[in-house]
């Protein structure tokens, strides 16, 4: 046994997994050369290798619940190639207005009928929440209406929704309680469905960054798009927000986060599904709006993350068929451990979702408006 397949196997199973194992959770190894590429490349190297097939696992997202219980991430030190990214994101500001655009021509532009196939019918690529029932698209609505319900939400309310995606959440407030709305995005293939999509109801599309936001709202929400901020922009998108937020305003953050502060984000995840994304922490957020909100209400959702990704795996899985038709294999298994690894990560409580509700210094409490 080589030394490097010897530490994989010893760290391994320190989280219960082992190598060639029976286990679901345990791996098939196919290419010895996989301990090396781990070791040195930590996330990065392992997820490579499973997109080229050398190796396997029958459930991707418990392996990776157990490794990150068993903090196994924190004890490979990996190689100094894996520092080059944070010293870019220290020296320069990776979510820049000239660089903003990157995340949407890189993942929200792919081929709408990709995340079609595994979305729910409003298409919310955001983390549902499964009260009460099992069912993605009932998770979906119960999602929408806890946050119509915390923004207290009226029919002459002027919403600005920050983020916006496929309008799918417009759609639903606009049908619901009937204000009007005013969607951000930077993504022309969602903003060109949204426009026929939501064709006849009170919304407006602006195409446009966050930095060039004008106009002054009622309620504000943002759902899902904080990821693409970046710490060294935290600030700023407050300031906006604040600058856009009528006196007696609520605003709504919704987030995956992260529970330590960090400048960047997992390699992989970087390079081959959200690059340039990072996950705030609480003491990030926190730090953003000294002096220009009062948070009111932190909810952490983070386990109804965990079962949103595996219902859009599943969905994932079973629409291959049709999607193999404009894909490879190798996206097949970059998507598959991009979506089982995170259900992992929420599982093992390596990763967040908070819903945030921020008001005015010296405007009225908020009543607790959870459901």
Not at 41 to 66: I, P, T, V
């Amino acid at each position: 046994m080589s030394r490097s397949k010897e530490i994989v196997s010893e760290l391994l199973s320190g989280a219960g997994i082992k190598l060639n194992g029976n286990s679901p959770y345990d791996i098939r190894v196919y290419n010895e050369k996989l301990y090396d590429r781990a070791l040195s490349m930590k996330n990065l190297g392992l997820g490579e290798a499973y997109m080229q097939g050398w190796w396997d696992c029958q459930s991707l997202d418990e392996f990776f619940s157990r490794l990150l219980c068993a903090g196994l991430v924190d004890k490979v030190r990996g190689s100094w190639k894996l520092f080059l990214p944070v010293i870019k994101a220290v020296i320069l500001n990776l979510q820049s207005l000239g660089r903003s655009r990157v995340i949407a021509h890189r993942h929200y532009n792919l081929d709408n009928d990709l995340f079609f196939s595994f979305l729910d019918p409003y298409n919310q690529y955001s983390c549902a929440y499964f009260k009460g029932t099992d069912n993605l698209e009932q998770a979906q609505i119960n999602k929408m209406d806890l946050i119509i319900a915390k923004l207290d939400l009226t029919p002459s309310d002027h919403v600005l929704d920050i983020g916006f995606g496929w309008g799918g959440f417009a759609k639903y407030m606009a049908e619901k309680v009937g204000c009007d709305i005013t969607g951000v995005n930077i993504s022309d293939e969602q903003i060109h469905f949204a426009r026929k999509d939501l064709k006849g109801l009170p919304i407006k599309i602006v195409n446009c960054d966050f930095r060039e936001i004008t106009g002054q709202f009622d309620k504000i929400v943002s759902v899902g798009m904080f990821e693409h901020v970046g710490y060294k922009n935290y600030r700023k998108f407050m300031e906006v927000v604040n600058k856009s937020l009528k006196k007696d305003g609520i605003f709504l953050l919704h987030t995956i986060g992260s529970n330590c502060s960090h400048i960047n984000s997992d390699g992989w995840i970087n390079k081959y599904i959200f690059p340039n994304g990072m996950l705030p922490s609480i003491a990030q957020i926190a730090r953003s709006v000294e002096g220009l909100f009062v948070i009111e209400d932190i909810h952490n959702l983070g386990a109804h993350y965990d079962k949103t990704l595996m219902a859009w795996n599943s969905n994932f899985q079973n629409a291959w068929f049709e999607l193999s038709r404009r894909y490879d294999q190798e996206f097949k298994r970059m998507w598959e451990y991009y979506l089982l690894s995170c259900a992992g990560a929420f599982r093992a409580r390596y990763n967040q979702l908070w819903q945030i509700v921020f008001s005015r210094p010296g405007c009225r409490p908020q009543p607790d408006r959870r459901m």
